[in-house]
């Protein structure tokens, strides 16, 4: 990590994220945009922003050096994508085909397909290929404007094959220059090896996983998926108890094809619930009472033809809202936070405020993380530039306007 005191710019306009509300509907009139200044970064963090002559002078008059931008742009806060399963072996095109010409996402799981197509391929992958898979993944986000990036298991749905993906992650971390935030999803569907025995299997997790993730602290995340085709609400609770009294934080794969799952969150005080294509006005209501983070994958509604997260309705209703790409081998095989944010924000009527919140400090928050979304001091220098002189361009192009720069505490990547 590079130590030294340096500064960055010029920006035309410079998004800060400064001073907006956690919860609730937000204007672009809120947003704070600077214009002609530059940032002065130490160890990685914000030190302060100026109008960019007088950072000109500081960095002359005190020798500091300085990164100097030649052209247009707009910087925003490094993205954050709190929730993807990038970590997996092999891939399901062939899913996709199918659904395309119509069959639908769960039969296509009973034949063959599916969830557990992926386990069986991340089972027979080495640790060292996944490994490679996550930088790989890991890169092009980052490439794309993404500094944070939540990754599950739940491809292995063994105690070993768990804890394969969970090495694979941390290995990952420390080859990529975004930050890896590791959640354990061994509960992403009942593995065959327990015959639909799915009360078994959570005691199994409860006994003989989650302490060893613990004991080697390689997460403090723990996330299931509750729907019919993967575990019911009595299962959930059992589960959700045990990591809880472990001390994991909860995420829940929740109302993704039916409504009711997100209600488990509330109960459980989640740091966020995730999907909710499915809510009804009863999750909307029960939500916007709590301070769980609902998160919208876009992704996974494109991949799957499906509706849209009611955004609108959540953040009207009072809630916050993160989005997130979902990127997996079959749902969301896309990828592209930028992309999807867009179209959400086309489809759900969101403003260029609410779209942009929901990528970097609301989505920090889904993940518990203070020190980061927001170009302010003491933030992280997580930042992301665009070559526009107008921060509205970022989701007008929606995803065609690419970063040309991107720093991870204060270093570009
Ligand atoms: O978030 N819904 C459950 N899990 C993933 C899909 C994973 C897969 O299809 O491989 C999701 O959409
Ligand atoms: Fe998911």
Not at 199 to 208: F, G, K, Q, R, T
Not at 355 to 370: D, E, I, P, S
Request: some cysteine; proline content about 4%; glycine content about 8%.
């Amino acid at each position: 990590m590079n130590k030294q005191t340096k500064a960055i710019g010029p920006f035309k306009q410079l998004l800060s994220m400064s001073n907006l509300p956690l919860k609730g509907a937000l204007q672009d009139e809120q947003l704070e945009v600077l214009e002609e200044v530059g940032i002065l970064v130490k160890d990685g963090v914000i030190v302060e922003i100026l109008p960019f002559t007088t950072l000109q002078d500081k960095c002359k008059n005190e020798a500091i050096p300085l990164e100097y931008l030649e052209g247009n742009y707009t910087a925003m806060p490094g993205m954050v994508d709190v929730h993807t399963h990038i970590c997996w072996g092999g891939a399901r095109a062939r899913d996709y085909a199918m659904r395309v010409a119509g069959k639908p996402y769960l039969e296509i799981a009973k034949a063959g397909g599916g969830i557990w197509d992926s386990v069986q391929k991340t089972r027979a992958a080495s640790e060292a290929i996944l490994t490679e898979k996550v930088v790989q993944r890991a890169n092009k986000l980052l490439q794309n404007g993404t500094t944070t990036i939540e990754v599950k298991t739940g491809y292995g749905l063994t105690v070993a094959d768990e804890l394969k993906m969970l090495h694979s992650i941390h290995q990952a971390n420390s080859k990529v220059s975004a930050d890896l935030v590791p959640t354990c999803l061994p509960a992403h569907i009942v593995p065959k090896d327990f015959e639909g025995d799915g009360m078994a299997y959570v005691e199994h997790l409860l006994h003989d996983f989650f302490p060893k993730v613990k004991a080697k602290k390689l997460s403090n995340r723990a996330d299931i998926f509750v729907e019919e085709s993967a575990f019911n609400h009595t299962q959930a609770r059992i589960y959700l108890t045990g990591v809880q009294a472990m001390g994991f934080d909860i995420t829940i794969h929740a109302d993704q094809f039916t409504a009711g799952s997100s209600l488990l969150g509330v109960e459980f005080k989640a740091v966020s619930v995730d999907h909710l294509e499915a809510s009804t006005a009863k999750e909307v209501a029960a939500l916007a009472q709590s301070d769980v983070i609902p998160v919208a994958l876009p992704g996974a509604s494109l991949g799957l033809g499906c509706a849209f997260t009611p955004a609108r309705k959540l953040l009207d209703a009072g809630t916050s809202l993160a989005i997130a790409t979902d990127w997996n081998p079959g749902s969301a095989p896309m990828g592209d936070l930028i992309t999807q944010a867009a179209i959400l924000g086309a489809f759900e009527k969101l403003s260029m405020a609410e779209t942009l919140a929901g990528v970097t400090f609301r989505a920090a928050k889904a993940l518990n993380l203070t020190n980061r979304g927001r170009i302010a001091a003491g933030q992280l220098a997580d930042i992301v530039a665009f070559p526009t002189a107008d921060y509205r361009e970022i989701l007008y192009y929606q995803g065609q306007l690419r970063p040309s720069f991107v720093w991870k505490e204060g270093i570009k990547c």
